[in-house]
């Protein structure tokens, strides 16, 4: 069955990048997300990557995808604090159902 | 207007009450949807309305029962919940449900079931 892995936490220093990553089974994935929570937030859209590609950048997120190794990366250039949050990668599954399969979150800690 | 609007935010209820959420979107999204998401887990998926239908239901007990009467408009009618429903209740919407799913989310409504 379909399945998202992400490690759980990452702490980094503001003004480092930080490097976020996911890996995801289903081979015939149309579109990979990334999410990111706030505490008592609802869902952010951060990104997101088309399955023919292998990289999208947008102003401090650069999205790294590689097919072959079902492995999906999020990098966020100078972290700020702001940045401090859950991100949660996430797979459409093909059968157009509007179903996404989240990873587990990767709680971003950022220290000042 | 890029907002999934959903009320109330906080809700308390007892498990013989009768409650329901509600969510508003006018971005002109076709499909809507119920997410339960627990303290520091992943969104879990309920319900799917593509083009008010309802499309998928995931197993979800009949205590949790969805309506959708306009294509803005998505509700969640509560009754007779147990404790273990106590979570955070998101709606999203997309333009359709069909292989380019952008989600957008809601604040959520935080439950508690006492």
């Known amino acids: 069955g379909e399945d998202v892995e992400q490690s759980l936490f990452l702490s980094v220093r503001e003004g480092d990048s930080s490097v976020i990553n996911c890996t995801y089974t289903?081979?015939?994935?149309?579109?990979l997300y990334w999410y990111k929570q706030e505490p008592g937030a609802g869902l952010q859209l951060l990104t997101y990557?088309?399955?023919?590609?292998d990289m999208k950048q947008d102003q401090r997120l650069t999205v790294l995808l590689n097919k072959n190794d079902k492995h999906l990366s999020l990098r966020i250039a100078d972290t700020q604090t702001g940045d401090s949050a859950i991100y949660f990668c996430?797979?459409?599954?093909?059968?157009?159902?509007?179903?996404?399969?989240f990873g587990q979150g990767t709680t971003l800690q950022v220290k000042p | 207007d890029t907002e999934v609007t959903q009320t109330p935010k906080h809700l308390v209820m007892g498990m013989t009450n009768k409650k329901s959420l509600k969510c508003e979107q006018h971005?002109?999204?076709?499909?809507m949807y119920w997410y339960k998401q627990k303290a520091k887990k992943p969104p879990e998926l309920m319900f799917v309305?593509?083009?008010?239908?309802?499309?998928i239901n995931e197993s979800v007990p009949s205590r949790f029962s969805p309506e959708c009467p306009n294509s803005s408009l998505l509700n969640l009618h509560l009754h007779a919940l147990q404790p273990e429903d106590s979570a955070l209740y998101l709606c999203?919407?997309?333009?359709?449900?069909?292989?380019?799913?952008?989600?957008?989310f809601g604040s959520g409504t935080q439950l508690s079931v006492l």
């Open positions: 999203a919407s997309s333009q359709d449900s069909g292989g380019d799913e952008k989600l957008f």
């Open positions: 289903d081979s015939s994935s149309t579109y």
């Open positions: 990557i088309f399955s023919n590609m």
């Open positions: 996430a797979e459409s599954i093909a059968s157009n159902t509007g179903k996404l399969i």
């Open positions: 971005m002109g999204h076709r499909a």
């Open positions: 309305y593509s083009y008010e239908k309802l499309s």
